[in-house]
């Protein structure tokens, strides 16, 4: 059984930058591709970005295209959301995700390992 533990939230000015983590334990995620997304309040939750297995391939939520990066280190069995210059819009808890496959995908369904979540607030 894989566990997901998302860490690097916190309240942060609009124009600032926070680095989410997720790191994994029980079993080693290089085989699998793996995602963040988030839920703002009375929202439904939405893909954010995927990368995959090998790192080569990431994709992203257009509104953080240029903003976010997603990268992983397998070694270290983590994976990594650089957040850059970060808007109100952005508040949301931020969830990582382990897929069953290994190449990259944007559907939740495929995702069958979540984490708890790890809350991004950005103020005005």
């Known amino acids: 059984q894989v566990l997901l533990v998302e860490s690097g939230g916190g309240l942060v000015q609009a124009g600032g930058s926070l680095r989410l983590s997720c790191a994994a334990s029980?079993?080693?995620?290089?085989?699998?591709?793996m995602g963040w997304f988030r839920q703002a309040p009375g929202k439904e939750r939405e893909f954010v970005a995927a990368?995959?297995?090998?790192?080569?391939?990431?994709v992203y939520l257009d509104s953080v295209k240029g903003r976010f990066t997603i990268s992983r280190d397998n070694p270290k069995n983590t994976v990594y959301l650089q957040m850059n210059t970060l808007k109100p819009e952005d508040t949301a808890v931020y969830y990582c995700?382990?897929?069953?496959?290994?190449?990259?995908?944007?559907?939740?369904?495929?995702?069958?390992?979540w984490g708890q979540g790890t809350q991004v607030t950005v103020s005005s």
């Open positions: 990368i995959s297995w090998s790192g080569d391939n990431t």
């Open positions: 029980g079993r080693t995620l290089s085989s699998s591709a």
């Open positions: 995700a382990a897929a069953r496959l290994k190449g990259i995908t944007t559907i939740q369904r495929r995702y069958d390992v």
